[in-house]
């Protein structure tokens, strides 16, 4: 009876050793949410980097680790210009209809929380990761198919075009990313990954003070991504 709550304790929280260090890459889906708004299509861009994980214990069935990743990421906006019929908007010099689109490059470093559910060393578990992100800005480019001076702003039925010539303010990001994936492992070859991510933005890129233009410029990104791990530690 005197050991009986350590066999408890034991059954209800199993200690874990194990560091487990990849890589990842996939595909970006982003948009972001300007007041006043700007209408856009979700712009793609490719995401990868490095992926270091510790499990630290197994309670009950629960499977906990802590995970933090190094990415480089393409992010940015893809506008949608059209007129109030639903109709590409026509520029009066090329003849053709306008096209805009940014990307904005940043490194990003989540911090989270990994939960798993299934079989720990080798086959099938299931898993969320929750936490915080931060970002980097590393460069933006810009793809256009028309002059500023003579963009058709006059048939477009969201005339808000001052982001097309403002470079990012802001050069720090960051907000809240959570996800959903299965793991499958198998035993002295690795760990394989696919996860579906989002990251919602608590950081703007522009100023948002009262006598600035945009109110809000945060980002919102759906990630697809595949990951590598392997066992270095356990």
């Not at 990003?108 to 559910?117: D, E, G, K, S, V």
């Amino acid at each position: 009876m005197l050991q009986l709550p350590y066999v408890i304790k034991a059954q209800v929280g199993e200690h874990r050793n194990t560091l487990s260090i990849g890589v990842n890459g996939g595909y970006d889906l982003t948009t972001i949410r300007f007041s006043p708004k700007v209408v856009q299509s979700m712009k793609g861009g490719f995401t990868g980097g490095l992926t270091a994980r510790y499990t630290v214990e197994k309670y009950f069935s629960t499977i906990a680790s802590v995970q933090a990743e190094v990415n480089f990421a393409q992010l940015g906006w893809k506008e949608d210009i059209q007129t109030i019929n639903n109709t590409p908007v026509i520029n009066s010099v090329t003849g053709v209809a306008e096209k805009y689109e940014r990307t904005i490059n940043y490194v990003q470093i989540p911090f989270m929380t990994h939960l798993a559910w299934g079989k720990e060393d080798k086959g099938l578990n299931f898993f969320v990761n929750a936490g915080p992100q931060f970002g980097f800005y590393f460069g933006e480019s810009t793809s256009t198919n028309f002059d500023f001076a003579t963009r058709n702003t006059a048939d477009r039925a969201n005339n808000v075009a001052e982001q097309e010539t403002m470079s990012v303010q802001k050069k720090f990001d960051y907000g809240i990313t959570a996800g959903l994936g299965m793991e499958y492992a198998m035993p002295r070859v690795g760990r394989f990954l696919m996860e579906a991510r989002y990251y919602y933005g608590l950081g703007n890129i522009y100023r948002d003070s009262k006598k600035d233009y945009f109110g809000s410029s945060n980002f919102s990104t759906i990630t697809v991504k595949m990951a590598y791990l392997f066992d270095i530690m356990h």
